[in-house]
C-alpha cells in the first residue's frame, strides 16, 4: 500500500510542478498576445478537451506533466495553415526580444512561487522553527568515524580541508555538505577548551545512499513563531534550498558529486520515505522538487528555457539571428545530453536499490 501512496504522490507532485511551469509560459505568452493552441494538463490520448475563447484545454490519459503550444515557438516549424490563421503579430518568434525572454522566464518564476508557497505554508503549519546547528558536537556515535578520531562532546569544528577545497563553517548542515562532494580523508580543525589542533577524519560511508556521516550531532534550537513570521521563515527555508543546488551545481561543473545524481526512480525512492514521514515531509519534498526543476531549467542549455533565453540575448546582443540549422543541431546535441544525464542518474538510483 505505501508503494502505491508514494507511486501516486510522486505522479502528482510530478504533474503540479510542470503544469504549474507551463502555466506560467502560458500567461505570460496570453499577456502579450501570443496566440495559445492548447493547453495540456497530462500526456497522450485526449480524455477530455475544452475550448476556450481560442485556446483548447485538454485533460490527458498519462499523468505525467503537460505542455502549452503556442503558435511560432518551433520557428516556423509549425504547419502552414495553422500559421495562415493566425496574425504575425500573434505568433511567439515576431514578438520582441524581451517579451520572448519574460515568456520562457515566466515558467520558472511559477516553480519560485509554487516553492515559496509551499515552503511559507509549511512553516505555518508547524508554528515553529529549527534553527541551524552551530558546528558544535553534542553528542559522539557509537563506533562512529567521530569517535575513532577522537571528537567528543563540545568539539567545536573550525575548519574542514580536503586536498584544494577548504570550508570555515558557521554551522553542521555546512560540514554534512562539504563531505558529501568530498569523501575519504578530511582534516578538521578543532577547538577544545580554549586550544586548537587537527584530526584526520574519514568518515563513514553509507553505501546504499552514497552518503558520508561522521556519526556527531548538534543541538538544534527549537523557536515558537507567530503566524505573520510564517513568511519569513518560508522564504528563508526557501533561500537555503537555493543556495544548496547552486552549491552542488557548482561542484558538478569542478567534476565532483556525480555519484550524487538522483533521476525519478531515486525522487520516487525519497517521495515514498517522505509520505511515510508525514504530509508536511512531502510538502517540504514538494517544494525543494519545483526549486530544482526550475533551477535546472535555468541553465544554459539550448534545449532548456535558461539555453532559449541565452539564445535570444546573444541574437540581441549582435544584432542577428543564428542559423536556424544550427540551432536545431545545438538544440539536438544538448537533448543528447540530457538523455546521457537522464540514464545516468537512473544507473546511480538503481545502484543504491541493489
Not at 546582443?317 to 545516468?344: D, P, T, V
Request: charged share 20%.
Amino acid at each position: 500500500m505505501d508503494f502505491v501512496i508514494g507511486i501516486i504522490a510522486f505522479l502528482f507532485m510530478l504533474s503540479v510542478i510542470v503544469v504549474i511551469h507551463e502555466l506560467g509560459h502560458m500567461l505570460a505568452a496570453k499577456h502579450f498576445g501570443v496566440y495559445c493552441e492548447e493547453f495540456s494538463v497530462g500526456m497522450g490520448p485526449a480524455l477530455y478537451q475544452k475550448k476556450g475563447k481560442e485556446t483548447i484545454y485538454s485533460l490527458r490519459a498519462i499523468p505525467i506533466g503537460g505542455y502549452v503550444k503556442m503558435v511560432g515557438e518551433n520557428d516556423g516549424s509549425d504547419s502552414d495553415l495553422e500559421l495562415e490563421k493566425i496574425p504575425r503579430e500573434r505568433w511567439l518568434n515576431h514578438q520582441s526580444t524581451w517579451k520572448q525572454i519574460v515568456i520562457m522566464a515566466a515558467g520558472v518564476c511559477m516553480n519560485f512561487v509554487l516553492a515559496a508557497v509551499l515552503y511559507i505554508g509549511i512553516s505555518m503549519a508547524q508554528g515553529y522553527v529549527v534553527e541551524d546547528p552551530l558546528p558544535i558536537v553534542d553528542e559522539v556515535v557509537e563506533n562512529s568515524a567521530a569517535q575513532k578520531a577522537g571528537l567528543q562532546s563540545g568539539d567545536q569544528i573550525v575548519q574542514v580541508v580536503h586536498g584544494s577545497e577548504t570550508i570555515h563553517p558557521k554551522t553542521l548542515y555546512e560540514v554534512t555538505e562539504f563531505l558529501q562532494f568530498n569523501k575519504g580523508e578530511s582534516i578538521f580543525t578543532i577547538e577544545r577548551e580554549g586550544k586548537t589542533f587537527d584530526l584526520a577524519i574519514t568518515p563513514d560511508l553509507d553505501e546504499e545512499n552514497q552518503i558520508a556521516t561522521l556519526g556527531i550531532y548538534a543541538k538544534s534550537q527549537v523557536r515558537k513563531i507567530a503566524w505573520y513570521e510564517s513568511f519569513g521563515a518560508g522564504l528563508k527555508n526557501m533561500w537555503d534550498g537555493t543556495t544548496s543546488i547552486f552549491r552542488s551545481l557548482a561542484q558538478l561543473v569542478k567534476g565532483k558529486g556525480f555519484e550524487n545524481l538522483s533521476g525519478p526512480v531515486g525522487i520516487l525512492n525519497v517521495t515514498q520515505k517522505s509520505t511515510q514521514l508525514g504530509f508536511l515531509s512531502y510538502l517540504s519534498l514538494f517544494a525543494l522538487i519545483s526549486l530544482n526543476i526550475g533551477i535546472f531549467n535555468l541553465l544554459p542549455i539550448p534545449a532548456l528555457d535558461g539555453g532559449r533565453i541565452l539564445i535570444l540575448a546573444l541574437e540581441r546582443i549582435f544584432n542577428r539571428k543564428i542559423n536556424e540549422q544550427l540551432i536545431e543541431n545545438i538544440i539536438l546535441g544538448s537533448f543528447i545530453l540530457l538523455f546521457g544525464i537522464f540514464i545516468f542518474a537512473t544507473y546511480n538510483d538503481i545502484v543504491r536499490l541493489l
